[in-house]
């Protein structure tokens, strides 16, 4: 079955420090990338998506992510950041336009003042 | 980007009442609606795909006569919760694609807490 692995269940970062949370998926064919993140107490909102193109992808508030094909990977990363990047982060995946979203299982990023 | 609206964001039932949770999308349209169970420090489940005039779809384990998940209109879907247990309990959250869309991207509801007692 379809899976999408995230790897870090909870990380803790200063202020500028870099950012990278991973995620691997398991499905061989097309398929469409998403990150999202969901801050305390909001819903769910889409930071990026890759569909194709240039792998490496930017989206907003300075995130980034990159699809590897050979790895399955489609990590994200941010240079530096900040106190309001405390949150959590879902990697999901869809094959085709119209199937559902498959989810990670999150990555609560706190970060330190 | 396109709006999703629950309610209600919270609601708390004795245990054998049923309890309703709408789902809106605000300003477009969703023939698709999707229903999911998030559990603490675990991913978002996906519970049943809802398409406008048809009869859900479940995902495997979870029961259709328990949660009643209703679409009868593009910008209209509701989730009801029958003789809720304190086992039913969780944060549920909706999402919709737009009609029109073809990226695949989901829009997100607030989230509807249920605490059963």
């Known amino acids: 079955a379809q899976s999408v692995s995230q790897h870090n269940h909870h990380v803790i970062l200063s202020e500028a420090a870099s950012l990278e949370l991973g995620c691997n998926y398991s499905?061989?064919?097309?398929?469409?990338l998403f990150w999202y993140v969901q801050y305390p107490g909001q819903h769910l909102q889409l930071l990026l998506k890759y569909f194709s193109g240039d792998p490496l992808v930017k989206g907003i508030k300075g995130f980034e992510a990159e699809f590897i094909k050979s790895k399955f990977s489609f990590n994200l990363r941010k240079p530096s950041v900040q106190w309001s990047d405390t949150a959590e982060y879902f990697c999901?995946?869809?094959?085709?336009?119209?199937?559902?979203?498959?989810f990670g299982k999150g990555t609560k990023l706190s970060v330190k003042p | 980007g396109a709006v999703v609206s629950q309610h209600p964001s919270r609601v708390i039932c004795k245990s054998g009442t049923s309890v309703k949770i709408e789902c809106r999308s605000l300003d477009f349209q969703a023939t698709t609606m999707f229903w999911y169970r998030q559990f603490p420090k675990k991913s978002l489940m996906l519970m049943a795909t809802?398409?406008?005039?048809?009869?859900?779809?479940?995902e495997q384990g979870v029961e259709k006569d328990k949660f009643l998940i209703n679409h009868a209109s593009l910008t209209l879907s509701t989730l009801t919760v029958t003789s809720a247990h304190p086992e039913d309990s969780s944060f549920y959250i909706c999402?919709?694609?737009?009609?029109?869309?073809?990226?695949?991207?989901?829009?997100f509801g607030e989230g509807s807490r249920l605490t059963v007692l």
């Open positions: 809802s398409n406008e005039g048809s009869k859900a779809t479940y």
């Open positions: 499905y061989g064919g097309t398929v469409n």
């Open positions: 999901a995946v869809n094959r085709g336009s119209q199937g559902n979203l498959i």
């Open positions: 999402s919709a694609r737009s009609s029109t869309g073809s990226t695949g991207e989901l829009f």
